[in-house]
Each structure stands twice: as C-alpha cells, then as structure tokens.
C-alpha cells in the first residue's frame, strides 16, 4: 500500500508553453501533498505544501504565478509550470501524506523529469 | 529551525566492506527521521524511519540506522555492501509537517 504515482514521467516542451504534473495517491487519501524540486546532483527543495480544498503554502523564493499548485480531491494534486523556461528543468517529485493514522511520513512519486528547450 | 547535516559529500568502499553513512540533525522536539536511498533518474525509496522507541532500528536491504539523541544523530550502517548499493542517500527529519533533507552522500563501490 502507500502508492504514489505521477504522470507523466517525463516531458519535453517548448520554451514558453506550460506543463501540467500529476500527482496521485492510488490507495490512500493524501488530504496533503508536497511538491519538491531537484536539480542534478543535488538534494530536494520543498516547493510548496498542497493542501486539499485551501490553497497551497509556497516556500520562500518560490513563485506561485510560475507554479501553480491545484489539490481538488483527496488523491490528486498537480502542478502547472506556466511559460516554462530552460531554467525550469528539472527533476520534480512529489509526496503525500495519509489523511488517517497521524503519521508523519510521506510517500514519495517516482518523480517527473521536464526540460524545457 | 529544523536542519539536516550528511557531511560527507562522497563516499567510496569495496564491495563486501562495511558502511556508515554520516547524519546530524537540528531539532528542537523530538525528531521523525528517515533514510531514503535515490538512483540515477529515480524517485526517492524509504530505506528506514525513526519514529520512536528502539533507537536501533531495521530496514530494507540490510540497512539499519541507530538514533543517538545525545548526539544528534542518525548514522545508517550495512556490515556487507554490494555492487547494487551504489546510489544516492539522502538523510531527512520531520518537522512542523515538513520534510528537509540533507544534501546527500553519493555511495561509490569497488569491485
């Protein structure tokens, strides 16, 4: 149990365009969610935290007209890179936390790998 | 604030010789760490946690990690690497609902 799933697992788009990341959890309910960013050869950044029916809580230096977090359900959450740039490509992975039992770990996605030429 | 420290940037053994892999936290309350491992082009995958308890504590791939809340520590150890242990290893605490991770130890492995 505890799956994370994301969607898709890889993009390339044109400069300019926006791109769209889903996050699912399969069989739990993820009431949060977390979106991550990580560049080559380095650790993962906490983007912003999603939480369902509220807007998402964005960390410090983090543009939320750039990345836009939507969390409709209690399974799905996705990320809109808007007018993507070259700068924007990355690796980025998601997690979710179950709504039930209290605990504080998080189920990581496989991660989705954008660039953006 | 909550902060994770891996001081070792790379870290390079022969296969079959022992490991520890070095972890400092920073946090006020008690902590909820983990150990995730992460290879090439993939997603993170959850090695071990600390929640409570023993501080000793088992995880997958013969992996186990002890706790030393004197120290502020959380060294992850495996007595016997194998060639497919060479990947990154990220060290994370939980605090006020965020997870931080350390900046990782890439793992080389001699033949």
């Known amino acids: 149990g505890a799956v994370v799933s994301q969607h898709p697992s890889w993009v390339i788009c044109k400069s300019g365009t926006s791109v769209k990341i889903e996050c699912r959890s399969l069989d739990f309910q993820a009431t949060t969610m977390f979106w991550y960013r990580q560049f080559p050869k380095q650790s993962l950044m906490l983007m912003a935290t999603?939480?369902?029916?509220?807007?998402?809580?964005?960390e410090q230096g983090v543009e939320k007209d750039k990345f836009l977090i939507n969390h409709a359900s209690l399974t799905l959450s996705t990320l809109t890179v808007t007018s993507a740039h070259p700068e924007d490509s990355s690796f980025y992975i998601c997690?979710?936390?179950?709504?039930?039992?209290?605990?504080?770990?998080?189920?990581f996605g496989p991660g989705t790998r954008l660039t953006v030429l | 604030a909550q902060s994770v420290t891996q001081p070792d940037i790379h870290i390079t053994v022969s296969e079959g010789a022992s490991l520890e892999l070095r972890c400092n936290y920073s946090?006020?309350?008690?902590?909820?760490l983990f150990w995730y491992v992460q290879s090439p082009g993939q997603g993170l995958q959850l090695l071990l946690k600390?929640?409570?308890?023993?501080?000793l504590v088992q995880g997958i791939k013969g992996f186990e990690a002890e706790f030393k809340r004197s120290q502020s520590s959380f060294n992850l150890r495996k007595p016997s690497v194998h060639w497919s242990d060479a990947a990154e290893y990220f060290c994370a605490v939980v605090g006020d609902d965020k997870i931080i991770f350390g900046k990782g130890t890439r793992l080389h492995i001699l033949p």
């Open positions: 999603s939480n369902e029916g509220s807007k998402a809580t964005y």
């Open positions: 600390y929640f409570s308890g023993d501080t």
């Open positions: 946090y006020g309350a008690t902590p909820y």
């Open positions: 997690s979710a936390k179950r709504t039930a039992g209290g605990s504080n770990e998080q189920f």
